[in-house]
């Protein structure tokens, strides 16, 4: 009977292979079971000599893989009978052509500047790219990231067809038409000069930065960019003046908050802003109105990205605005080079959550060209970019779940980046919270199956034990276990980014616990276990 179901199998295969299927002719690969190759060849060539078949060479010995060749110049059989002849032999278990049609899923441009931007074929863009470049969400809802910065050239030729236009302001007619309270905000809006003129006043750098998160990508002109499709705001304010800097934060959010407040009818739905500028050795206590402001976005969806100091500083110790804000709604960004090294840029193990190309990288610039250039302000974007290309493969049964509660969904997709959209590089273990790079292909994927969130295995360093902390993020309920327990005490604490102890179980001694969080709020927290000596582990969890 399985003689018969496998000549039938493989006439299924030789018909189908002639409608979708091309191969190299003369070529077969067949699972031999007991190895005897030399046997198998002769069986076939004293049944059906002028098939005149050969051993070209073993492909797997695990899987008893193998190929051959016949000659095609000199049989009396079609060539769809040459699989049925091979499986017809006890020893076959099945035969396939050596197909050739094969192509690589990944998505390769075509702007002429493409390949020397080695940034981004080093966080694995082109894989990213076969799945997404970008546009909207699951469900239609049209992809905003914020830059805010102190120059735009909106009209140049690989960015224009991507600036955010306030579809509910009509231009120049002097009335503030959504009632937002500035007149004429078609393009975003100036506040440095307090109007809605967005132009070069200063530099290339908003306009590098710009084409850093997004470009209109395989169009001939230009530069390739991390997003192909997503829609820039822009927003002049980034220096000068703290007050600056907070207004077109608010700006920001006011368009997400009516966003949120009309489900889509005004506003923006602007899930991440870009800030590539700070503050040098700046700290916390000294800015609280800039750290609460990531933590107000927040709470509306707004995922914020913020460049790290341009010096190689530990900023845990210096300090640095925005970067050492205890927002669960940032995410700090270093700088690194080809050799996939933190290079000339700050770093932290608490406050500096991953490393991003920006080292002789190009962009685009205001004279409607592109050019090179260095700095933590060319990494962040990379980021920004990918956090919007990522919401553009979140499913739709999550983005139905967080419908009404952005804020945790923003904090999940910011998890998903820095848990599993991470590559690990020696020079950034230690110094960063994620001890990576941004990998483009790797977010996208955790994105797509962010249904399955729990993050899974953590290893216990010096020692055999595994603990799987799950479901993660949570909402109410959160579970430890312990691998290969044996009866040890254990202590267990969770601590919230400013150094709170909210939850400690000390003494412990079971090898599954369960931590009530309901009343926890949502944000990021830090799981401490103490399992003796010197096993101490801590891993991050997420409350929604």
């Not at 690589?104 to 702007?111: A, E, I, Q, V």
């Not at 341009?310 to 210096?318: A, H, Q, R, Y």
């Not at 927002?327 to 932290?348: F, H, P």
Request: glycine fraction near 8%; include cysteine.
């Amino acid at each position: 009977m399985r003689r018969f179901f496998a000549t039938i199998f493989s006439l299924g295969v030789v018909l189908f292979s002639f409608a979708q299927e091309t191969h190299i002719p003369g070529q077969v690969i067949a699972k031999i079971e007991d190895g005897k190759i030399d046997q198998f060849v002769t069986q076939v060539n004293t049944s059906f000599p002028n098939l005149s078949v050969s051993f070209v060479e073993t492909i797997s010995t695990s899987t008893d893989l193998y190929l051959f060749s016949y000659d095609q110049s000199n049989i009396i059989h079609r060539e769809d009978e040459v699989l049925q002849i091979f499986s017809e032999f006890p020893s076959c278990r099945y035969a396939q052509w050596n197909h050739n049609n094969m192509e690589s899923r990944s998505n390769k441009p075509n702007d002429p500047s493409y390949e020397v931007q080695w940034n981004l074929k080093d966080i694995d863009a082109e894989s990213a790219w076969s799945i997404t470049t970008g546009g909207m969400t699951k469900d239609s809802q049209r992809i905003v990231v914020a830059v805010i910065d102190k120059s735009f050239q909106i009209n140049h030729g690989d960015l224009k067809d991507l600036y955010w236009k306030n579809k509910h302001e009509i231009p120049n007619n002097q009335i503030d038409d959504d009632q937002n309270g500035f007149v004429d905000d078609y393009d975003g809006w100036n506040f440095y000069d307090d109007t809605n003129h967005i132009y070069p006043r200063q530099g290339n750098h908003g306009t590098m930065v710009t084409g850093m998160v997004g470009a209109s990508t395989n169009n001939l002109i230009d530069i390739a960019s991390v997003n192909w499709d997503v829609e820039i705001m822009p927003i002049l304010g980034s220096s000068t003046s703290e007050a600056f800097v907070l207004k077109s934060y608010d700006y920001v959010l006011e368009m997400r908050k009516r966003y949120n407040r009309t489900n889509g009818d005004s506003g923006a739905y602007v899930v991440a802003t870009n800030s590539s500028f700070g503050v040098n050795n700046g700290k916390p206590q000294n800015f609280p109105a800039w750290c609460d402001m990531f933590d107000t976005m927040g709470k509306e969806g707004i995922i914020n990205v913020g460049a790290g100091p341009n010096s190689s500083i530990d900023i845990d110790v210096k300090g640095d605005i925005p970067c050492t804000c205890p927002s669960d709604y940032l995410i700090g960004v270093t700088r690194t080079d080809r050799a996939e090294k933190l290079n000339g840029g700050g770093y932290g193990k608490i406050n500096m959550d991953l490393g991003a190309p920006g080292v002789d990288v190009i962009s685009t610039n205001s004279v409607n060209s592109v050019q090179i250039g260095t700095g933590t302000s060319f990494a962040a974007p990379m980021v920004s970019g990918a956090v919007a290309l990522m919401y553009s493969v979140v499913p739709k049964d999550t983005l139905s779940k967080y419908k009404n509660s952005p804020d945790k969904l923003a904090l999940l997709v910011r998890e998903l980046l820095l848990t599993k959209g991470t590559k690990e590089v020696p020079t950034l273990v230690n110094k960063s919270t994620t001890g990576g790079i941004l990998n483009l292909y790797r977010s996208v994927l955790a994105a797509m199956d962010s249904t399955d969130i729990n993050i899974g295995v953590v290893p216990v360093e010096n020692s055999d034990y595994r603990l799987k902390v799950f479901p993660n993020p949570a909402e109410q309920q959160l579970f430890i276990e312990i691998d290969e327990y044996d009866g040890l005490t254990w202590d267990m604490e969770i601590i919230s980014l400013n150094g709170t102890i909210v939850r400690f179980q000390h003494n412990l001694l079971v090898d599954k616990q369960k931590v009530d969080i309901q009343d926890l709020q949502d944000g990021i927290y830090m799981l401490k276990l103490n399992l003796g000596g010197s096993m101490v582990v801590t891993t991050r969890i997420v409350k929604i």
